[in-house]
């Protein structure tokens, strides 16, 4: 209404990762208009990764599956309160969250989708081109209303200048950041290479700290790394917030891990950062390198390859690179993913020793 402040609220997709990908569209829908207010709605506990996001104003949390009780509510306090709301997700319950909290709508549709999701939006972006990568998808949305393309990962930081890493002492000393575990087991590398690695960076000099959300399950494979590696390797998974995390990794001398959002992080920061891949598409989901501007994916969709300060290392099998998630087409399979087991612990050696400064080059 006229004389009212601007809203606008974005709904990316429900995942992590996704929503630090679509931190350049948050930046540049407030350079376009500082005066708006920009509001995220995200899923219970994903707020730890916006923490210190000066771009946004508000973030407004949804039950995954809310009652009826909360849909009520939700409706009450949401019908029609923002001008605008976009979204990068396809599903049905977000294109309804569009219908029913925005005015004005711009979303993300599938190729062969429902006609009723095009029929509730202002404009669209077609979902399937796999060479375009998630950020430049993100990016389309907000060009679809004019704004202009940007291309910063906004990693979290500790809200108010705080310091969030009980970890204050590396700020002055060398060291290295591993981030070996998935919560999805396509996604995992061996244990006898994360072993491997760990010893052969502590032996150059480096303490390497080894990061994680803290499970019980996640706390032993990272005792099973650390058992005869050198005094300078620690887990520290579970004791930091997601900020703390992210303040850690930014003064890290070298970054390994694997297709995860700390991977995303450790490149926005500028970190050396080596990415272990296997069936997702790089050129769609590889780390985005710091300072990068374009409107192609640094990425092939498949194989080795470095840009900026990213290496991603992908090992090479005869199924290819499926995008299931697991073979079997179960992202929980257990067997793990053979482009994954195809990766050798010679091939991450060598990109190590092609990452870091030549004082740690053994």
Same mark, same amino acid.
């Not at 019980?216 to 590696?229: K, P, V």
């Not at 990068?292 to 991603?312: C, D, F, K, T």
């Given at each position: 209404?006229?004389?009212?402040?601007?809203?606008?609220?974005?709904?990316?997709?429900?995942?992590?990762?996704?929503?630090?990908?679509?931190?350049?569209?948050?930046?540049?829908?407030?350079?376009?208009?500082?005066?708006?207010?920009?509001?995220?709605?995200?899923?219970?506990?994903?707020?730890?990764?916006?923490?210190?996001?000066?771009?946004?104003?508000?973030?407004?949390?949804?039950?995954?599956?809310?009652?009826?009780?909360?849909?009520?509510?939700?409706?009450? #306090? !949401?019908?029609? @309160?923002?001008?605008?709301?976009?979204?990068? +997700? $396809?599903?049905? %319950?977000?294109?309804?969250?569009?219908?029913?909290?925005?005015?004005?709508?711009?979303?993300?549709?599938?190729?062969?989708?429902?006609?009723?999701?095009?029929?509730?939006?202002?404009?669209?972006?077609?979902?399937?081109?796999?060479?375009?990568?998630?950020?430049?998808?993100?990016?389309?949305?907000?060009?679809?209303?004019?704004?202009?393309?940007?291309?910063?990962?906004?990693?979290?930081?500790?809200?108010?200048?705080?310091?969030?890493?009980?970890?204050?002492?590396?700020?002055?000393?060398?060291?290295?950041?591993?981030?070996?575990?998935? #919560? !999805?087991?396509? @996604?995992?590398?061996?244990?006898?290479?994360? +072993? $491997?690695?760990? %010893?052969?960076?502590?032996?150059?000099?480096?303490?390497?700290?080894?990061?994680?959300?803290?499970?019980?399950?996640?706390?032993?494979?990272?005792?099973?790394?650390?058992?005869?590696?050198?005094?300078?390797?620690?887990?520290?998974?579970?004791?930091?917030?997601?900020?703390?995390?992210?303040?850690?990794?930014?003064?890290?001398?070298?970054?390994?891990?694997?297709?995860?959002?700390?991977?995303?992080?450790?490149?926005?920061?500028?970190?050396?950062?080596?990415?272990?891949?296997?069936?997702?598409?790089?050129?769609?989901?590889?780390?985005?390198?710091?300072?990068?501007?374009?409107?192609?994916?640094?990425?092939?969709?498949?194989?080795?390859?470095?840009?900026?300060?990213?290496?991603?290392?992908?090992?090479?099998?005869?199924?290819?690179?499926?995008?299931?998630?697991?073979?079997?087409?179960?992202?929980?399979?257990?067997?793990?993913?053979?482009?994954?087991?195809?990766?050798?612990?010679?091939?991450?050696?060598?990109?190590?020793?092609?990452?870091?400064?030549?004082?740690?080059?053994?």
């Amino acid at each position: 209404m006229a004389g009212q402040q601007k809203k606008i609220l974005i709904f990316a997709k429900p995942a992590i990762g996704d929503i630090l990908l679509a931190t350049p569209l948050m930046r540049s829908i407030r350079l376009a208009e500082p005066d708006v207010i920009l509001d995220v709605m995200c899923y219970p506990g994903q707020e730890a990764i916006l923490e210190g996001n000066r771009d946004i104003d508000n973030i407004v949390t949804v039950e995954r599956r809310p009652r009826w009780s909360q849909s009520l509510d939700m409706l009450r #306090r !949401l019908w029609r @309160k923002y001008d605008l709301m976009i979204t990068n +997700a $396809a599903d049905d %319950r977000v294109h309804l969250y569009l219908f029913f909290f925005g005015r004005q709508r711009v979303s993300v549709t599938l190729p062969n989708g429902a006609a009723w999701k095009r029929w509730i939006t202002f404009a669209s972006v077609v979902e399937g081109h796999e060479d375009q990568h998630a950020l430049l998808r993100n990016n389309q949305l907000g060009n679809l209303l004019g704004y202009r393309s940007q291309y910063e990962v906004v990693p979290p930081v500790p809200a108010n200048g705080r310091t969030g890493s009980p970890l204050p002492r590396l700020r002055e000393s060398a060291y290295a950041v591993i981030h070996p575990e998935a #919560r !999805l087991p396509y @996604k995992r590398w061996t244990l006898a290479g994360w +072993a $491997a690695v760990t %010893r052969h960076l502590s032996q150059t000099g480096l303490p390497v700290y080894l990061t994680g959300a803290g499970g019980a399950d996640e706390r032993q494979y990272h005792r099973d790394i650390l058992q005869g590696s050198a005094q300078t390797a620690e887990s520290v998974a579970g004791e930091l917030s997601f900020a703390a995390t992210s303040e850690l990794i930014a003064g890290a001398t070298l970054y390994l891990g694997i297709d995860t959002v700390n991977s995303h992080i450790a490149a926005a920061h500028g970190v050396p950062t080596i990415a272990l891949f296997g069936p997702e598409k790089p050129a769609r989901w590889g780390p985005w390198p710091a300072g990068q501007r374009s409107e192609r994916s640094p990425w092939r969709n498949s194989g080795s390859q470095r840009a900026g300060n990213v290496l991603i290392i992908q090992g090479s099998a005869a199924c290819g690179t499926c995008v299931q998630g697991a073979c079997l087409r179960r992202r929980d399979h257990g067997s793990g993913c053979p482009l994954m087991a195809g990766i050798s612990i010679a091939q991450v050696m060598q990109g190590i020793q092609s990452m870091l400064p030549p004082e740690f080059r053994t």
